[in-house]
């Protein structure tokens, strides 16, 4: 049985279509809202884009991500809401929240810190503030749409935790393969 490694990623939406992203760890059927797609391989790696046909405009529907029929998203125990596909309207505003730069630290003390307050302080993640934000509110006051600008992830500044991960799995010294 195939286990989901990346993913569910919302790749695009429109008023009546969306597309679904994962990748698992191995060939697989992945299905979505009743519209399946077999995973495809790339270097050895497992892929599916899920076309999803026949959305409502401005409208939320919520989804699961089931892999060879088991369901695998959402987590029982991941304590954020369902996962939602919400459509954009035909007519009117959009919301559209957008992040760069994140630094891959933990969501708590010292880390959330000002840089003045710890020397391991970088302030609060305001992706992850999104989401803390979002878990409490109604899926119509959802932004439509993030829009990742540059880095997404300064893996040069980690966690100690993602340090320590690291070098029980490669010699730090050698530069990464």
Known sequence: MANLLLGPMLRYVSDTVATIWVEADGACLVEVLGH???TFTVN????AIVAITGLQP???VEYEVRLDGLRCWPQADGGWPPSHIRTLPRTGPVEL???SCRVTRPHHPPYTLHPDEHELGMGVDTLYALAVRMRDQKVECWPHMLLLLGDQIYADEVSPETQEFIRARRDVS????
């Not at 050895?44 to 892929?47: D, P, T």
């Not at 050698?174 to 393969?177: A, H, I, L, N, R």
């Open 97 to 99: 929240v957008f992040g």
């Open 58 to 60: 401005d409208s939320s």
């Open 174 to 177: 050698q530069p990464p393969g």
């Open 36 to 38: 399946r797609s077999e």
């Open 44 to 47: 050895g790696r497992h892929y």
